[in-house]
């Protein structure tokens, strides 16, 4: 599995990850960050990445969508502030947990229309 993270995320995150050999990117350093939330999940998907993302309104809205027009993605993995705040307090946390969902995940089609809270 393929990971993006959304422009809100630290880099720091998707540093650590590459370090334990993970193929993760951020919004920021694709120059994806300017992007509406369709445009954003269209790109991910032509990678074959999932999208790590706290914008479940949007993303979940565009996804059933997609579901209907039988369109596929490659992944959504969200998370809440109240449970997991995006602060350079938390990136350990998120690296690890990232980290055990990509070893779980090998394969670049594994997570092909699935949706993960994290």
């Known amino acids: ?26 919004a920021m350093e694709q120059g994806w960050e300017t992007e509406d939330d369709e445009s954003l999940l269209a790109l991910c998907s ?19 969508r997609w579901a209907v ?12 502030d109240s449970s997991l ?6 990136i350990g946390r998120y ?3 990232l980290d055990k969902l990509l070893d779980a995940n090998p394969n670049d089609d594994g997570f092909v229309d699935r949706i993960h809270w994290l």
Do not use: C, W
């Open 46 to 64: 032509q990678e074959q990445r999932a999208l790590l993302t706290n914008n479940v309104a949007d993303f979940t809205m565009i996804a059933r």
């Open 95 to 97: 690296v690890t947990a």
């Open 85 to 90: 705040p995006r602060t350079r307090h938390t």
């Open 1 to 26: 599995m393929k990971l993006a993270l959304d422009h809100h995320y630290a880099t720091g995150i998707a540093v650590k990850l590459r370090a334990r050999r993970h193929d993760v990117v951020t």
């Open 69 to 80: 027009e039988a369109r596929v993605h490659h992944g959504l993995v969200f998370t809440s």
